[in-house]
């Protein structure tokens, strides 16, 4: 027999040790397996149907030896079948399932072959070059499940600093996989994030931003109507997409906010159905103060208080005119008074139309193709999403899926069901955070319901950061962006104790301004509003309790769902995500990204350099949006930072932090503080010289003319403009 069983299987845990792929490590196994003085059985265990059985502990000891990854090639099927053994092991069938994959006994310990010749390594070898392929079939595919919260601060989660607010099932999807702390949205706004979110591409290269021509004072970075012809192009690609290519069942569930349609009202060109997904349910618009009605407009608030201030001049110049007349003070034709009567009701007829029936127009729920509420019920708009989202997960647990769960929560007005109202520390926008994270809970349990754990890649992010101009009164309802805006903490804490004034608010600001840092939802480059939570579990695959503090991207989730599902990524276009798995699996120590651009609508705000020689991350700021008031950290007045214009500082030199040592961007270095200032702000100037080369003229997505209410254009259940209707029959205490 040679050496003792424990040094030799220690010798092939040796051998596989180091080597850093798992291909290699299934080499090794299957060449142990095929020596005849490898360990047996001992005497008092009995083989199964005929086959001498490999202790358990050994095949276990090798499969969860020592760092199992690197999905290199056609590994990442490799790791499938890691997971598939594992769970072999414990139901002590290893045999079996060899024997119904294979009809010969090639991988029997004690085997030899037809002419006395024991199996070699080789042989081996050249059996697994062909087995990825045997992997790759569709019942080895993982399933996706991709979780985006709307608008969740950084900060708001407790496996990222929080203790206030409980987040129990994110927690521990966090302990149960990885977690990213440096994950970058491409946007510091909706509809920009999640287009590059889906296409893996910078929102500039498709365009779904916002034209220079935009006014500056609401400056459009979003879609504003379902009824506009702006949205996600037919011409890009989406993971979706792809995925549907290769056999997976997709949908959409919850918010899309990427368009509708182009020339028609059923035209759907920008529809989820017509991105590669099979199914959705959902909001092809977003969440507004409008849907409900109890607030103030969110929907251009400024601008329509300008549209109002017209009107009543317009209608006081005619009451004016006609008390003239019919007072004979003054003498003016009849004619010209209704002519400005008739100019004043079309002007404002022309806003009011589009404005003033938002909840019609946008706050639309659709199944498909089909509109089912118009407007919304909220009170069962979240048992319905779980609902429909559970019954997708059901529905096709014998084949691959891809459930993107775009979740409402935690945009304004913060819907929140009677069950969790007054729940949290934090008020209302604690309650409805605490109401996501059941609702993660609920979609995780019904992974594991249909046996579904250890088979299915599940990640969870935001699309951007947390809003700190959202509040009703005096009360706070965005979220805390961590230590990427100390100024939102103060909001978060001080409001729910004291209700202090804005006035007050402000003035605890100014008097604290040792402790600047900036960053929200719509304010360009600046870390709090693009710095998101960042979690990916897959069982088996992924080592538990892994922190990785590289920076990462939104836009990595293309790449990495379309390799692991076995497709290819787009080659005709730019691709700017890079795949998650070496990262993930610890086969490589830095991210594939070098340099990450930070975009508010076509203007570039700052860039990112992560110095992997030294691991320094550098950040410049070439635009920064001006606060009001000043020193508040956020724009107050404006509703919402604009990119451009008198509402933005440029710096020349940029602003440039070192976000190894300054995460909160608080302290810009200078030529005179830092004697690499020079060499890094031209290393940085070089790469976007080099990155506005790879940019294409495309059409602007949300020009003025694309982003205007146009009545044709407008989703109906109805008669138009008599759109109202309400087809959904399930009630919401049925889920929860």
Known sequence: MGEKPDRKWQYIKDTMTQKSSFCWQRICLYAALSKQQLPVLRHSEKPVNGFTRLPDRHLSSVLQGP????????????????????????NLRVVNMIQNYWSFKVFHPTFIGPEGLRVSCLNIWLILCLFPRTCASNPSKPNFLLILADDLGIGDVGCYGNDTIRTPNIDGLAKEGVRLTQHIAAAAVCTPSRAAFLTGRYPIRSDCYSSPGMASGTQRQVLFWNGCSGGLP????????????????????????????CKSRRDHCHHPLNHGFDYF?????????????????????????????????????????????????????????????????????????SYGFTKYWNCVLMRNHDITEQPMNLEKTTSNMLK?????????????????????????????????????????YGDNVEE????????????????????TFVYF??????????????????????????????????????????????????????????????MGGWEGGIRVPGIVRWPGVLPA???????????????????????TVPRDRVIDGRTLLPLLQGTVQHSGHEFMFHYC???????RWHQKDSGTIWKAHYATPVFQPEASGACFERGICPCFGDGVTHHDPPLLFDLSQDPSEANPLSAGTEPLFDAVMRRIGEAVEEHRKTLTPVPQQLSPDNNIWKPWLQPCCGTFPFCWCDEENSKAGGIL
């Open 545 to 567: 309790g892994t922190v990785i503090n590289e920076p990462t991207s939104l836009m990595d989730i293309f790449p990495t769902v379309v390799h692991l599902a076995g497709g």
């Open 436 to 455: 996501m994270d059941w609702m993660v809970g609920r979609l995780l349990d019904a992974i594991d319901k249909e046996g579904l754990k250890n088979t």
């Open 281 to 353: 349910y959902g909001m092809p618009f977003t969440l507004l103060n409008e849907c409900q009605g109890t607030d103030d407009p969110e929907l251009a608030k400024s601008l329509q208080d300008t549209y109002w201030l017209y009107t009543q001049t317009i209608i006081l110049a005619v009451l004016t005119l006609l008390i003239g007349k019919l007072t004979k003070l003054l003498s003016v034709k009849w004619k010209i008074i209704i002519c400005l009567a008739i100019c004043s009701l079309l002007y404002f007829i022309s806003w009011f139309s």
């Open 388 to 428: 429909e989202a559970v019954s997708f997960i059901e529905r096709n647990k014998h084949r691959p899926f891809l459930l993107f769960v775009s979740l409402l929560h935690v945009h304004t007005p913060l819907v929140t069901t009677e069950k969790f109202q007054g729940r949290s520390r934090h008020g209302l």
């Open 461 to 522: 992010a935001s699309d951007h950061g947390g809003s700190l101009e959202a509040h009703r009164g005096n009360a706070q309802l965005g979220g805390w962006n961590g230590i990427y805006k100390v100024f939102q903490f103060l909001i978060c804490h001080v409001h729910v104790s004291s209700r202090l004034s804005m006035t007050g608010l402000r003035h605890t600001v100014k008097s604290s301004m040792e402790m600047k840092v900036y960053g929200g939802k719509g």
């Open 234 to 261: 037919p011409n890009e690609t989406t993971f979706a997409r792809i995925l549907h290519q290769q056999g997976y069942s997709t949908a959409l569930v919850g918010k899309w906010h990427m368009g509708v349609n």
């Open 601 to 607: 609508g076509v203007f570039l705000h700052a860039v």
């Open 67 to 90: 760092s199992s990854s690197g999905l290199r090639d056609n590994c990442c099927q490799a790791a499938i079948l890691k997971r598939h053994y594992q769970k072999l092991i414990e």
